[in-house]
């Protein structure tokens, strides 16, 4: 399907949902729509979605929800280059995530905050963020969520100059990386292929 098709899909979907007035479908689809515009390159369009999917969950008091939807607004502020915001919104999202004792959430809130800050004027505090994102990827053993940090801490340790240290750290999640992926590949092939769910 096309992305383009796929947006009218969506969209016609949201429609639906607002007319039989069914408030987790809308949630949903308001979700889906800030995905496919993020896609498509186009934040300010993502942000007037994710804005949407949030205010539903605030709403409805679904904080785990609430949590996902600021930190989905945080990359597509990021997108747009708006630092202040890239900032703000993951740091409620965290702030959700330790409250609830989510370790996936609190990482990935934790990574954006790291690339988030790469970009401000205080890029030292991303490298702080990056090695607290890693150290919680590393405790729960989610190795893509390591490879990532490593290469994120490794470009922000190459903006600073450290290039030595740069080189370490993407190497290091090279070599994750591709045990992940062959850990993948064997799994298919043990199981008759598929995907990993």
Not at 19 to 27: G, I, N, V, W
Not at 138 to 154: F, K, P
Request: glycine fraction near 10%; charged fraction near 30%; proline fraction near 2%.
């Amino acid at each position: 399907l096309h992305s383009h098709d796929h947006v009218r899909w969506l969209e016609a979907a949201l429609t639906a949902a607002c007319r039989l007035e069914d408030r987790a479908a809308e949630a949903r689809h308001l979700a889906s729509l800030g995905n496919r515009y993020t896609e498509l390159g186009q934040p300010h369009r993502a942000v007037e979605y994710y804005g949407q999917w949030l205010r539903i969950a605030r709403e409805d008091g679904n904080r785990r929800v609430e949590a996902q939807a600021l930190g989905s607004l945080g990359i597509a502020y990021k997108n747009l280059g708006d630092t202040r915001r890239a900032i703000e919104h993951p740091e409620q999202a965290l702030a959700i995530h330790r409250e609830t004792g989510d370790r996936l959430g609190e990482a990935a809130d934790l990574a954006n905050l790291g690339i988030a800050y790469r970009r401000s004027p205080d890029p030292r505090r991303g490298i702080e963020y990056l090695e607290q994102a890693l150290g919680i990827h590393r405790e729960i053993g989610d190795r893509r969520g390591q490879a990532a940090d490593l290469g994120n801490l490794g470009c922000a340790h190459n903006d600073l100059g450290g290039t030595e240290q740069a080189i370490a750290l993407l190497e290091e999640a090279l070599v994750i990386d591709q045990r992940a992926r062959n850990c993948a590949q064997d799994w298919r092939s043990s199981s008759g292929g598929g995907d990993i769910v």
